[in-house]
């Protein structure tokens, strides 16, 4: 939009322009060569597509992830408490900064000083990815014209492979348990279940009948973590009986999980009951969680022969390449196969052209 500089009466040179939806923006200087400047760089600015109004040019980081963080709020509390947690290391590091000051520069010396601090990679790939999902909120907001982060400045995700217990170590778990908590086990080894899945699981989620588990909610009575999350899972006849067997001594109030005085079983409550539990069984990792038993499933299904489709379906993934990143390494080699196969259509071809030859 066009734009004037004049004079003021007190000495001052005002530039002023409109920009895309006619708002006027305004700035005094002493010196006119200075506001033909800046008039210069905002009309660029808006012919280019990268203009942001001035005044938002002062906010922080700071300040911009606290109005952030207060939209995020509509998530559940652990997604939240999460974002809380990479929101106090971004502010520390960036605060004080406009947000238009903020150069990829800056961003890949920040995750060299996480790195360099003794962090896993997984984490601060995940702190990358939260600073990225900060500024590509604050260009749709206006805020600034563009985002730090991109590929260039991210690093490694820095994958891991799950620890994955044995059989033995499996049941040695289960057994560990107070009896009245090892049905959490069946349900986290065999159905895939998560800690807070399995705490809100109702006894009215079981079709003992069918074996079928319908996962509808996650403790205490919150939506569960994706849609995938409530997919059906199929459970075989000696489960159903245990679990009904289990609900028939234990349960009470409707949940299939529940505390010593009969109260709705809580997540932190069976994370300690695992953690004790564990320092029982031999080979353990001082580590393991409630989910790696997520793990145990996967790797029993893959040796049974199962396709990354029906363990993607039943550890209910979003998308078989989260089951990939996570088991691939678990499915048999390949190499063999691939050899068979390249040799069969090689022999093919050589009996072919022998044929022809004796023609």
Same mark, same amino acid.
């Given at each position: 939009?066009?734009?004037?500089?004049?004079?003021?009466?007190?000495?001052?040179?005002?530039?002023?322009?409109?920009?895309?939806?006619?708002k006027e923006h305004a700035r005094h200087f002493d010196r006119k060569?200075?506001?033909?400047?800046?008039?210069?760089?905002? @009309?660029?600015?808006?012919? @280019?597509?990268?203009?942001?109004?001035?005044?938002?040019?002062?906010?922080?980081?700071?300040?911009?992830?606290?109005?952030?963080?207060?939209?995020?709020?509509?998530?559940?509390?652990?997604?939240?408490?999460?974002?809380?947690?990479?929101?106090?290391?971004?502010?520390?590091?960036?605060?004080?900064?406009?947000?238009?000051?903020?150069?990829?520069?800056?961003?890949? @010396?920040?995750?060299?000083?996480?790195?360099?601090?003794?962090?896993?990679?997984?984490?601060?790939?995940?702190?990358?990815?939260?600073?990225?999902?900060?500024?590509?909120?604050?260009?749709?907001?206006?805020?600034?014209?563009?985002?730090?982060?991109?590929?260039?400045?991210?690093?490694?995700?820095?994958?891991?492979?799950?620890?994955?217990?044995?059989?033995?170590?499996?049941?040695?778990?289960?057994?560990?348990?107070?009896?009245?908590?090892?049905?959490?086990?069946?349900?986290?080894?065999?159905?895939?279940?998560?800690?807070?899945?399995?705490?809100?699981?109702?006894?009215?989620?079981?079709?003992?009948?069918?074996?079928?588990?319908?996962?509808?909610?996650?403790?205490?009575?919150?939506?569960?973590?994706?849609?995938?999350?409530?997919?059906?899972?199929?459970?075989?006849?000696?489960?159903?009986?245990?679990?009904?067997?289990?609900?028939?001594?234990?349960?009470?109030?409707?949940?299939?999980?529940?505390?010593?005085?009969?109260?709705?079983?809580?997540?932190?409550?069976?994370?300690?009951?695992?953690? @004790?539990?564990?320092?029982?069984?031999?080979?353990?990792?001082?580590?393991?969680?409630?989910?790696?038993?997520?793990?145990?499933?996967?790797?029993?299904?893959?040796?049974?022969?199962?396709?990354?489709?029906?363990?993607?379906?039943?550890?209910?993934?979003?998308?078989?390449?989260?089951?990939?990143?996570?088991?691939?390494?678990?499915?048999?080699?390949?190499?063999?196969?691939?050899?068979?196969?390249?040799?069969?259509?090689?022999?093919?071809?050589?009996?072919?052209?022998?044929?022809?030859?004796?023609?």
């Open positions: 939009m066009a734009g004037n500089i004049a004079k003021r009466p007190d000495g001052k040179w005002r530039a002023r322009y409109r920009d895309e939806s006619g060569v200075d506001a033909q400047f800046w008039l210069d760089e905002q @009309t660029s600015r808006l012919l @280019t597509g990268t203009h942001v109004a001035p005044k938002h040019a002062k906010i922080t980081v700071g300040q911009w992830c606290d109005t952030w963080l207060d939209g995020y709020r509509r998530n559940r509390d652990s997604t939240v408490r999460q974002a809380e947690t990479h929101i106090k290391r971004i502010k520390a590091a960036f605060g004080t900064m406009p947000l238009g000051s903020v150069r990829p520069s800056h961003v890949r @010396t920040w995750t060299a000083q996480l790195a360099a601090e003794g962090l896993e990679d997984s984490y601060v790939y995940a702190l990358h990815s939260r600073l990225a999902q900060v500024f590509s909120d604050a260009v749709h907001d206006g805020l600034v014209a563009r985002s730090p982060c991109s590929r260039r400045t991210s690093p490694a995700a820095g994958k891991q492979r799950p620890y994955v217990c044995t059989t033995e170590q499996m049941w040695a778990l289960h057994d560990a348990l107070p009896e009245r908590l090892r049905a959490a086990v069946l349900l986290g080894a065999f159905a895939g279940l998560r800690d807070a899945e399995v705490c809100g699981l109702r006894v009215s989620d079981v079709d003992f009948m069918r074996g079928v588990i319908n996962p509808a909610v996650q403790h205490p009575a919150l939506p569960l973590k994706t849609d995938a999350s409530r997919a059906a899972l199929p459970i075989p006849q000696s489960l159903a009986l245990a679990l009904s067997a289990h609900v028939a001594k234990w349960s009470a109030d409707g949940f299939v999980l529940v505390n010593e005085w009969g109260d709705q079983l809580a997540p932190w409550t069976l994370q300690r009951a695992i953690r @004790t539990a564990r320092e029982k069984v031999p080979g353990l990792p001082p580590d393991f969680r409630f989910h790696d038993l997520r793990h145990y499933l996967a790797s029993m299904l893959i040796a049974s022969g199962a396709d990354v489709k029906v363990v993607q379906a039943r550890l209910r993934h979003a998308s078989a390449k989260t089951t990939l990143d996570t088991y691939a390494h678990l499915w048999p080699d390949s190499d063999e196969s691939t050899r068979t196969a390249i040799d069969a259509v090689m022999q093919a071809r050589a009996e072919a052209v022998q044929s022809a030859d004796s023609l």
